[in-house]
């Protein structure tokens, strides 16, 4: 079991499905009386949800699991303080009892084991949680259903709105726990929670994969090394928006979903209901919004340019690319001190850019302003989360007329996905957006042609445009295992929900 390989426990899966109810009823009869009653918990003490719902919520999410990937673990919090029962953000009002079904579940051999481990100095190797997995006698007993992940209710009454802050670890100089925090709602909040419940449940009528793909899922090399699998069928979809500082006017942005968690030449790789995608991405987002807001030009040819070579052991190319990374940082940043640490940090190690010294980058970031002074007060000043929420109301409007027209479409915060079909609407959603929350049109740019793109180049080169059509409309390298997939899908969506907006 690799430890590793994992995710949280999600207390949001729940199911009626006849099979699912039959294998927690087969798990919960072969417990023994006196693990029943530990399951029960005190009569003074049994919370909001039965015994019998959390055995349920944990058999459910570890099917799920072993459904899209037999390899994966769960991670599973011991101490009384990770739940919270009357939490918005735990709707099943699942309780510390978990960790005793846990203990019941392994005694009667369903489930492998590895207990948890917290070293506070942090030289002894990575904090986790224990770590459970389906043993081969649970897999039978899951063998014997037969339904796909995403015929269960994986977000059964989960929150999507979700505002954090961010705490020093005690008794530690660096650790930081984000932390979420109960609210209570207003009118604007509920009205924004019930436009993200309409994007999800239209996210859940949609197929969305890679056709290249064997497996539903890409694997990732983390920075300190280790591999992560990240799930790239219909079972990780859910988005949410994250507040941040404890504040409705910090952050806000989209998060959630795969496509994510995975760069941008996998990206161009998705297709959404069986047709290719385009994406569309806004060209310097914040800095362009922070132009905006101080009436400067927006559209301007290459703002990273700079006139002077500062940096004579780089070229020209690579000092544009530098000082886009170093403003982008900066902007985040709140000393010029905390940015170029910042900056360095994230650079490839052995690099001439983590080299860099602090009076380069000043020198770097002074021509910067010098051929941008509209931006002087916003460097190095802390305005990247104010930022992120005016960006995730310009999303907030374009995900709201995609769905209004029941339209497919992908967020990664500055840019959009959608079918190749559906680019001219973006486009001017994208327009359209952008002057309503901060007052101009701004650039954006896209990779590969549309359709209509395509059938506009037939009047000035038939040659080009015929290469280029079946460049564009067609999906190239689908394997068996995708169709076989996204037949699966469509079956039970025909099946079950006949009025499914794409299967006409």
Not at 10 to 15: E, I, L, Y
Not at 16 to 28: D, L, M, R, S
Not at 141 to 167: G, M, N
Not at 320 to 327: F, P
Request: with cysteine; charged share 30%.
């Amino acid at each position: 079991m690799d430890v590793w390989h994992s995710r949280p426990l999600d207390v949001h899966r729940w199911s009626t499905h006849p099979e699912v109810n039959a294998f927690v009823e087969e798990v919960y009869d072969s417990l023994t009386d006196e693990q029943r009653e530990a399951i029960k918990g005190k009569s003074n003490n049994r919370g909001r949800a039965s015994g019998e719902v959390h055995l349920k919520v944990l058999l459910v999410d570890l099917y799920v699991a072993w459904k899209t990937d037999p390899d994966l673990c769960i991670g599973v919090a011991r101490g009384n303080s990770a739940y919270s029962v009357n939490s918005r953000y735990n709707a099943l009002h699942i309780s510390s009892r978990i960790p005793k079904i846990v203990d019941a579940l392994v005694e009667n051999g369903f489930l492998d084991f590895t207990q948890g481990s917290y070293h506070r100095d942090g030289t002894v190797g990575r904090n986790r949680t224990s770590r459970i997995r389906p043993t081969p006698k649970l897999v039978k007993i899951f063998s014997k259903a037969s339904i796909e992940p995403y015929q269960i209710d994986l977000h059964h009454k989960q929150e999507c709105i979700i505002l954090t802050s961010k705490d020093k670890v005690p008794d530690s100089d660096e650790e930081v726990k984000r932390t979420t925090i109960e609210y209570q709602d207003t009118p604007e909040i509920i009205e924004m929670r019930e436009r993200l419940q309409r994007y999800n449940e239209f996210l859940s009528e949609t197929y969305i994969d890679i056709p290249s793909l064997t497996d539903p899922w890409i694997t990732r090399t983390m920075p300190d090394g280790h591999v992560q699998r990240i799930p790239t069928g219909q079972t990780n979809k859910f988005v949410r928006r994250i507040f941040s500082r404890k504040s409705w006017q910090m952050n806000g942005r989209f998060y959630g979903g795969w496509w994510q968690q995975i760069g941008k030449d996998l990206r161009k790789k998705i297709a959404i209901n069986n047709e290719p995608t385009v994406e569309i991405d806004y060209k310097g987002l914040h800095v362009s919004i922070l132009s905006a807001l101080r009436g400067a030009p927006v559209k301007v040819q290459d703002r990273y340019k700079l006139k002077n070579h500062v940096l004579p052991d780089f070229t020209i190319g690579q000092q544009r690319e530098i000082v886009k990374s170093l403003v982008l940082t900066a902007i985040n940043a709140k000393s010029h001190k905390a940015a170029y640490d910042a900056f360095r940090d994230g650079q490839p190690n052995g690099s001439l850019e983590k080299r860099l010294k602090n009076l380069e980058l000043e020198l770097l970031l002074e021509s910067f302003v010098d051929e941008n002074p509209h931006l002087i007060d916003d460097l190095c000043s802390d305005k990247g989360i104010k930022l992120m929420y005016l960006d995730s109301q310009i999303t907030d409007r374009i995900i709201s007329e995609f769905i209004e027209h029941e339209c497919p479409i992908l967020s990664v915060h500055d840019s959009y996905i959608v079918s190749t079909y559906s680019v001219d609407n973006l486009s001017k959603a994208m327009s359209n957006a952008s002057k309503e929350i901060v007052g101009q049109d701004l650039s954006f740019e896209q990779s590969v042609p549309g359709y209509n793109d395509v059938l506009r180049m037939r009047k000035d080169d038939r040659d080009a445009y015929l290469d280029v059509f079946s460049e564009v409309v067609a999906i190239k390298d689908r394997t068996q295992e995708y169709q076989e997939r996204l037949l699966s899908f469509m079956d039970y969506r025909k099946n079950n929900f006949p009025h499914t907006y794409w299967l006409g």
